[in-house]
């Protein structure tokens, strides 16, 4: 299994970016996926949850109002849009998938995008 994040980059305080996840070797809509970030010298803080249909979402407070979280299955990606962007959303951003296949229970990350809010 293999997730791969995208969209990250430097951006203005106020400003906006979308991040992905492709995810692979499994079917996304079998699994629950989070964002996951690490600000500099922190350490991990979740960000968003949305479950395996799609109609259980959640935010952490620090975010609530100013990031989306969305699945398209077809496509197997997972967003995070990210609006009103602060300097304290700095911070390397992990796609995480938890599925649940045979019995078992897997956990798989990606190797993060890094956001930077800046003027």
């Known amino acids: 299994a293999q997730l791969v994040e995208s969209g990250g980059g430097l951006v203005q305080p106020g400003g906006s970016l979308r991040l992905s996840c492709v995810v692979s070797?499994?079917?996304?809509?079998?699994?629950?996926m989070s964002w996951v970030r690490q600000a500099p010298g922190k350490g991990l803080e979740w960000v968003s949850h949305?479950?395996?249909?799609?109609?259980?979402?959640t935010y952490a407070d620090s975010v609530k109002g100013r990031f989306t979280i969305s699945r398209d299955n077809a496509k197997n990606t997972v967003y995070l849009q990210m609006n009103s962007l602060k300097p304290e959303d700095t911070a390397v951003f992990y796609c995480?998938?938890?599925?649940?296949?045979?019995?078992?229970?897997?956990?798989?990350w990606g190797q993060g995008t890094q956001v930077a809010v800046s003027s």
């Open positions: 070797g499994f079917t996304l809509s079998s699994a629950a």
């Open positions: 949305i479950s395996t249909g799609g109609d259980s979402i």
């Open positions: 995480n998938a938890r599925r649940r296949a045979w019995g078992k229970d897997y956990e798989y």
